[in-house]
């Protein structure tokens, strides 16, 4: 087994809605441990290292607006393949294609407000956890 760490967004819209004790449950429940967590607010900085991917887009400036409108909870989450987990947990980035059963699928009816963020590989994980975190509890 390989102990895979993932960086796991709720993003504002979750925090607003109530919905941080739900997304957290189910990741819990999944047998994923907690490795940090802490509530935070992007700001023009954080945005542009985290989503710079995305820098340029046509929806960057409503991506933008969004993740800085309110808090945001960060967390590591840690296990094996937990980032395939993740992923899997999250369902599809586009609310009408993210299956029933995922936290998506079951919560999210709008394309830029879509709840949550998780690394999509080993390399994203690498990089934007140092972002958020700058030491882990072992
Ligand atoms: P992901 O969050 O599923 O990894 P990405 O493609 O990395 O999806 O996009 C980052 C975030 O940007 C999405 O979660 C969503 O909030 C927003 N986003 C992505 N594609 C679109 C789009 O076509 N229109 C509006 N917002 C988008
Ligand atoms: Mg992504």
């Not at 900085?45 to 960057?60: M, N, S």
């Not at 395939?84 to 394309?111: L, Q, S």
């Amino acid at each position: 087994m390989s102990v895979e760490q993932t960086l796991v967004l709720i993003k504002p819209d979750g925090v607003a809605r109530g919905l941080v004790g739900e997304i957290m449950a189910r990741f819990e429940r999944r047998g994923l441990r907690l490795a940090a967590l802490r509530l935070l607010r992007f700001d023009e900085v954080l945005v542009a290292r985290h989503y710079a991917e995305h820098i340029g887009k046509d929806f960057f400036p409503a991506l933008k607006e969004f993740i800085m409108s309110g808090p945001t909870v960060a967390m590591v989450l840690e296990g094996d393949r937990a980032i395939e987990i993740v992923r899997a947990m999250m369902g599809a980035t586009k609310f009408y294609e993210a299956a029933p059963g995922t936290i998506r699928g079951d919560y999210a009816n709008h394309v830029t407000r879509n709840l949550v963020h998780g690394s999509d590989s080993p390399a994203a994980a690498a990089r934007e956890i140092p972002l958020f975190f700058d030491r882990l509890i072992d």
